[in-house]
């Protein structure tokens, strides 16, 4: 597998503990959170500038969707690996 991608697997998993202890330490509720991820989301849905293909908007967004779904789970208590999330992201899509 690529490093980059490794790299980014990393990252994604590290900002998922992020936004955990955020919502933990009571800075933003859940529904905060969500509302920002949507956000982020939206601007990247919306985002005709750069044209881009359906395969990298779908890229882009892949992180964002991760953490919703992390957050999700958390809400509920439950902890994933980075394969769970990605598979569930890829069902959704």
């Known amino acids: 597998m690529n490093t980059a991608n490794l790299q980014l697997k990393g990252l994604i998993m ?10 933990e330490k009571e800075l933003l509720t859940h529904q905060e959170l969500n509302a920002a991820l949507a956000k982020a989301r939206k601007a990247v849905e919306d985002d005709d500038d750069h044209e881009l293909s359906d395969a990298n908007r779908a890229a ?15 809400k509920r208590g439950e902890r994933f690996t980075f394969s769970d999330y990605a598979k569930a992201v890829g069902k959704l899509t």
């Open 14 to 23: 590290a900002m998922a503990s992020i936004c955990d202890a955020i919502v």
């Open 60 to 74: 882009i967004l892949f992180p964002i969707r991760v953490l919703m779904l992390a957050d999700e789970a958390n």
